[in-house]
């Protein structure tokens, strides 16, 4: 079976919960992977919050580590558990921006319409970095998983025609993040004929690109950031099929449950923050 073509569905254990069902689950996302059975979801398409950029007012919250190498190996224990979790052939998207180095600041004012990016602590500028570097988050959170087993696939930009300004004048506008595609095996599931894209002079079908120009999309709702749905849609379409189970351990506001249910999948989401999960269940119309 190609990487690239699409395999035959396989028996996958279940959770307790019927197939297709919709769960969510409240609390630290590595303890409660531990506490489920492996290879009972397809995929997992999930955004982790990035290092140092917001304060979402959590005890253990990952993304508010001092320290740059505790983040890399807080989210490489989480995806570990994520790998076991998987099917086989299962794979991961991963949704990451990048960051700058503080350059010295320790705290960030308010901000009206993103209350979240409101901090206490800036972490201090990582060893081997300079003031106003950037980071390259997202390349080190891929690397660190690779080196941890998973098979590095792709790298697609999410560009932004809809980016936020930014008052910066010594470097271009930031206009994109990234998804990386992750497999926890050699041969894994995707659906090359779901994903497929109009060619350039409109007349065919073409394998889709690694350039996805897709809008954000604002939750009025949530006060932090969210991933549109239109991002989601065609990771779930490639990585997984009709019934199949799909996990998002970094829940938020439930994006990834939204585009589930419109794409008659199951789901599985974890979210550390109880408000959020309310926030969630009450989007998606989700029993506690």
């Known amino acids: 079976m190609a990487a690239s073509r699409r395999a035959p569905q396989p028996t996958l254990p279940t959770l307790a919960a019927p197939p297709a069902a919709r769960r969510l689950l409240v609390g630290d996302a590595l303890q409660l992977l531990r506490e489920l059975p492996a290879g009972c979801c397809r995929c997992c398409v999930t955004s982790p919050p990035y290092w ?19 983040y890399l190996r807080n989210l490489t224990l989480v995806f570990g558990e994520v790998r076991r979790v998987l099917a086989d052939d299962g794979t ?35 060893p081997g970095l300079k003031p106003k570097d950037l980071i ?27 980016c936020q300004p930014e008052s910066v004048k010594d470097r271009p506008t930031r206009s994109h993040e990234y998804v990386f ?7 894994y ?14 007349g065919s079908w073409r394998n889709r690109r690694s350039v996805w120009a897709v809008h954000t999309e604002p939750f009025p709702e949530a006060h932090f950031a969210t991933f549109p749905p239109k991002l989601v849609e065609p990771c779930l379409l490639a990585g997984s099929a009709t019934g ?31 408000a959020y999960a309310a926030l969630a269940r009450e989007r998606l119309g989700w029993p506690e």
Request: negative net charge; charged residues 25%; proline residues 5%.
């Open 136 to 162: 390259g988050l997202p390349w080190r959170v891929a690397f660190a998983l690779q080196a941890d087993g998973w098979y590095l696939r792709s790298d697609i930009v999410w560009f932004k025609p809809n």
């Open 189 to 202: 599931y995707y659906d090359q004929e779901a994903v497929r894209e109009v060619g350039s002079t409109g």
């Open 52 to 70: 140092g950029l917001r304060d979402y007012g959590v005890e253990h919250q990952i993304g508010a580590e001092v320290e740059l190498d505790h």
């Open 181 to 187: 595609l992750l497999s926890k095996s050699e041969r």
């Open 92 to 126: 991961l998207w991963l949704n990451l921006g990048d960051a700058y180095t503080s350059g010295g600041r320790t705290w960030r004012a308010s901000d009206r319409k993103n209350p979240a990016r409101a901090m206490e602590y800036r972490p201090a500028t990582p």
């Open 244 to 274: 199949d189970t799909v996990l998002d351990p970094f829940f938020g506001s439930g994006t990834v449950g939204l585009v589930c249910q419109a794409l008659d999948r199951g789901c599985l989401g974890i979210e550390l923050n109880p």
